[in-house]
């Protein structure tokens, strides 16, 4: 059974910056899925952040674009969301998620809080 182990997230200003990583526990797993970031609020359903296809290509949801930006390392199996110009609204548990050919995973999610 694979797992995805998240990390970066933590506290930060308002205008901050953080970058999060995904890592799979299985060797060259990642590169033949697609990956992506959602994230969630208490009482809020899960929204998507962005996701990237195998072939490297990013899409972004509206409050995310120009902001964030998705990467992955097939190599290093991880896929990535760097965070810039955060606001107090980005506030929430970031997960990952791996699909694809009937499968379907999630990371255990990591906290981004932004506030003075």
């Known amino acids: 059974q694979v797992q995805f182990v998240e990390s970066g997230g933590g506290l930060v200003q308002p205008g901050g910056s953080l970058s999060l990583s995904c890592a799979a526990s299985?060797?060259?797993?990642?590169?033949?899925?697609?990956g992506g970031w959602y994230r969630q609020v208490p009482g809020k359903e899960r929204e998507l952040v962005a996701t990237?296809?195998?072939?490297?290509?990013?899409n972004y949801a509206d409050s995310s674009r120009g902001r964030f930006s998705i990467s992955r390392d097939n190599w290093k199996n991880t896929i990535a969301l760097q965070m810039n110009s955060l606001k107090p609204e980005d506030t929430a548990v970031y997960y990952c998620?791996?699909?694809?050919?009937?499968?379907?995973?999630w990371g255990q999610g990591t906290q981004v809080t932004v506030s003075s």
């Open positions: 998620r791996v699909w694809g050919s009937g499968a379907d995973y």
């Open positions: 990237i296809d195998t072939r490297g290509s990013a």
């Open positions: 299985r060797p060259s797993f990642i590169s033949r899925y697609t």
